[in-house]
């Protein structure tokens, strides 16, 4: 069982970690298949395993970890990073990681893992188990860059309400890996309204507004009831505060 103990310390294995411990490929291909008729293991995807506890008979890997296994630059992003660091308002059946090779989604243990675009290892945190995962400022700008595209705003609002506090330099990083005017237009907007638990210093909102775009640009898609918010040159829903105090549905805001 010394071979199991091994793959149970790394929760999750790839066929490349097996394959380093047998030393040959026949070796590694007899493994998997014994360990897979034994339980003691099962397939997540092609080349990729979980290790099964032998107590629980569950797989020992969380959904962090395996969204983290999926390629060698694999990271979990967006409102799945919100739900690891404990800051999201709920908890989805769908795992977000970016990876820059060609994955594609799939289903384990009743999660869904869903792929996004990668756009670069800057503000990425290797966590003491292994989670690859973007800085909480990170994943504040990646949200709202794609605002439209995962929660949605009532949601990624409420995430931010939960947060302590957000380093206004890695903030600043994180939009400048997206280098797009309008999304400092957004942010600014977005974290000025909720800047009454953050605590943001005056000195990010203006280097936002210095580098915003000198155009007129919508939130998100046009609704009747949105007005123009002169600071940003942005059109939006009048109080932001609507969304959280209302119980607005975030599949209405858009």
Known sequence: M??????AALRCFTTEDLLRLTGSQCATEWQLKSY??????????????????????????????????????????HHSAFEYYGYA???????????????????YDGVNYRPLLYRGDVG???????????SLERTVIDSIADLEKIAGLEELLRCLLLIPFLSPDKLLEALALHGKAQLYQKAGFILEAVNDS???????????????SAGKFYLFAKRPDF????????????????????????????
């Open 2 to 7: 010394d071979r199991y103990q091994k793959l």
């Open 36 to 77: 897979l008729q034994k339980g003691y293991i099962e397939r997540i995807r092609r080349g990729l395993y979980a290790v099964i506890s032998l107590e629980t008979g569950r797989p020992i890997p969380d959904r962090y970890q395996i969204a983290s296994r999926v390629a060698d630059d694999a990271y979990v992003s």
């Open 89 to 107: 308002n709920q908890v989805f059946y769908e795992v977000y990681f970016a990876s820059a090779k060609r994955v594609r989604p799939f289903s």
């Open 124 to 134: 990425i945190t290797t966590t003491p188990t292994g989670v690859r995962v973007t």
């Open 198 to 212: 953050l605590s943001l210093p005056e000195s990010f909102f203006a280097e936002c507004a210095s580098r915003s």
């Open 227 to 254: 007005v123009l918010h002169s600071k940003w040159k942005l059109f939006a829903p009048k109080y932001l505060s609507s969304f959280t105090n209302k119980g607005v549905n975030y599949h209405d805001a858009f």
